[in-house]
């Protein structure tokens, strides 16, 4: 474990779970971002580094999430934008409200905005993109809130002539309609990884909604970067179709076969990725049933190697019939 580490070069990102009675504390100079999770968490910071993310974690305070890089990081603040860049890589978040135009108006307006911003930049190549929004799944048929969002997702994307970055689209339940997008983006492309027991969800038929969501299933670093593979947000998904309707155990069970084969098309390309979740993975899972929370806490830590990073948060997730859905980071 010790000669492991030893041998390993540096990551330029290194996600963490980290406990803290005032995030300030974990501000320094060599952190890109942090993220406080639920009630206990401070709302606002004044760092353009600080991301609160209205999601309830299952029992006690949640941890933060802090993103340590090598390098001396410098803030900035543009507008309606705002994150951090240390020379390799940048980190940057929109927030905003859902005024007139709606959920779709508030979606092409944040990616118009953060596309605009990446042609200036210095990283304007995307990797990763999160995007958290009220009640994901209100709303019937097309007027779902999730099929508006990739509406305007979709349109805001237009003038951005790259791959569709790794991707998570996750419903609050906090009642405050205020689009939240955040995401990583470097000097160079990265790979795009594309799961084969699942169809790419760009392609995804007409059934679920008139615009297929924006999104890569993973996404590998650019080769002068040592990143973890970005993992999307992963459900029981195979071909385009939910499995398993209301069975929580196998709707697990089919996310891990997802990353199972997800890791397995990585490792083509970067042939030291472990096959295994271990002590470089940090996963976030997403729960829909309030009280099926520590089920999948406890099936987690069945499933699990003790040294994965894991935060299961309440949740809604973008089709009514998942129960559960996993994004993280894995190297
Ligand atoms: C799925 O497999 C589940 O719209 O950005 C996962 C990850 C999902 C990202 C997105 C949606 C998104 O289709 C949903």
């Given at each position: ?26 501000l ?67 927030e ?39 009640a ?9 809130r ?8 979709a ?88 499995q ?24 083509a ?32 830590d ?22 559960v ?7």
């Amino acid at each position: 474990m010790i000669a492991h580490a030893a041998a390993a070069q540096a990551a330029d990102l290194t996600p963490a779970y980290v406990h803290a009675a005032d995030p300030r504390a974990l501000l320094g100079r060599g952190v890109l971002a942090v993220f406080g999770f639920g009630d206990a968490a401070p709302r606002t910071l004044d760092d353009p580094r600080y991301v609160h993310i209205g999601l309830q974690p299952a029992a006690g305070p949640a941890p933060f999430e802090v993103w340590r890089t090598p390098r001396a990081v410098t803030p900035w603040q543009s507008g309606e934008l705002r994150g951090a860049h240390d020379g390799k890589l940048a980190f940057g978040c929109i927030e905003i409200a859902e005024l007139h135009a709606g959920i779709i108006g508030a979606a092409e307006f944040a990616y118009r905005e953060l596309v605009a911003h990446l042609q200036g930049s210095a990283y304007p190549h995307l990797l990763r993109a999160w995007n958290y929004l009220d009640a994901i799944t209100e709303g019937a048929g097309d007027e779902e809130r999730y099929r508006q969002f990739c509406i305007g997702r979709a349109a805001g994307l237009v003038g951005y002539g790259g791959q569709f970055p790794a991707g998570t689209a996750i419903g609050r339940r906090d009642g405050r309609r205020i689009l939240q997008v955040f995401w990583l983006a470097a000097r160079s492309p990265g790979a795009a990884i594309e799961n084969p027991r699942q169809l790419a969800a760009y392609r995804y038929p007409r059934q679920y909604g008139p615009q297929p969501p924006s999104f890569a299933r993973a996404m590998l670093a650019p080769s002068a970067l040592r990143l973890p593979l970005l993992l999307s947000g992963t459900a029981a998904v195979v071909g385009h179709a939910s499995q398993h309707g209301d069975d929580l155990p196998t709707q697990l069970q089919e996310t891990f076969r997802n990353f199972d084969a997800l890791i397995l098309e990585a490792q083509a390309q970067v042939p030291s990725l472990p096959c295994n979740f271990g002590g470089g993975t940090l996963l976030k899972a997403y729960v829909r049933d309030r009280d099926a929370m520590p089920e999948v806490t406890a099936r987690l830590d069945a499933l699990l190697a003790p040294d994965v990073a894991r935060l299961v948060l309440h949740a809604e997730i973008c089709r009514r019939e998942l129960l559960v859905e996993i994004d993280g980071f894995h190297s």
